[in-house]
């Protein structure tokens, strides 16, 4: 039963960032924040850590499009960059040691990578007009700051949940 709950907790977070986007964008002093959920993305980060590159990476792919096609039209973007960040955690996550503390800044440190690829990307096909001083100030320190109360709520149950698979995927192999 609990095979299913890796891929189901990542379709309900699909879902669920539409909805915590609705909060944004926050005026506070005339300035306007733009918070971005990256649920999915932390959650593919969890997974690559504790369980799977290769099941990271799928997930990756199928739900990059699936946000590829929901939210910005570009077939491609998303699709590409999540198993990339997928890549790189399992990458740096070999170079040190996989605690939990380390996979939470490991996860904020690659959202901001995300989000500086997706802001080059946009940019570059002209899809944003506003500068990367704008950009840092109003969405990417926002996003970081939201973003990093949800690693804290929800890192230990993500590892748990993942780890307790890897454990009885080990035990079906033996």
Same mark, same amino acid.
Do not use: W
């Given at each position: 039963?609990?095979?299913?709950?890796?891929?189901?907790?990542?379709?309900?977070?699909?879902?669920?960032?539409?909805?915590?986007?609705?909060?944004?964008?926050?005026?506070?002093?005339? *300035?306007?924040?733009?918070?971005?959920?990256?649920?999915?993305? $932390?959650?593919?980060?969890?997974?690559?850590?504790?369980?799977?590159?290769? +099941?990271?990476?799928?997930?990756?792919?199928?739900?990059?499009?699936?946000?590829? *096609?929901?939210?910005?039209?570009?077939?491609?973007?998303?699709?590409?960059?999540?198993?990339?960040?997928?890549?790189?955690?399992?990458?740096?996550?070999?170079?040190? +040691?996989? +605690?939990?503390? #380390?996979? *939470?800044?490991?996860?904020?440190?690659?959202?901001? $990578?995300?989000?500086?690829?997706?802001?080059?990307?946009?940019?570059?096909?002209?899809? #944003?007009?506003?500068?990367?001083?704008?950009?840092?100030?109003?969405?990417?320190?926002?996003?970081?700051?939201?973003?990093?109360?949800? $690693?804290? *709520?929800?890192?230990?149950?993500?590892?748990?949940?993942?780890?307790?698979?890897?454990?009885?995927?080990?035990?079906? #192999?033996?």
């Amino acid at each position: 039963m609990i095979r299913f709950v890796i891929p189901f907790i990542a379709v309900l977070l699909f879902f669920l960032e539409p909805v915590f986007s609705l909060f944004s964008p926050i005026d506070i002093g005339g *300035m306007r924040y733009t918070l971005v959920p990256r649920f999915v993305i $932390v959650y593919l980060i969890f997974i690559a850590v504790y369980y799977s590159r290769q +099941h990271a990476i799928i997930y990756g792919i199928a739900l990059g499009l699936l946000y590829d *096609m929901f939210h910005i039209d570009i077939i491609g973007l998303y699709a590409f960059l999540f198993p990339l960040i997928c890549f790189i955690a399992v990458l740096i996550i070999r170079q040190v +040691h996989r +605690h939990l503390v #380390t996979v *939470m800044f490991l996860a904020l440190l690659l959202i901001i $990578v995300l989000e500086l690829l997706s802001y080059f990307f946009a940019s570059l096909v002209s899809l #944003t007009s506003i500068g990367l001083d704008e950009f840092i100030a109003g969405r990417l320190v926002p996003t970081i700051i939201a973003n990093s109360v949800f $690693v804290g *709520m929800f890192g230990l149950f993500f590892k748990n949940l993942i780890y307790k698979r890897g454990l009885e995927r080990q035990g079906e #192999t033996l």
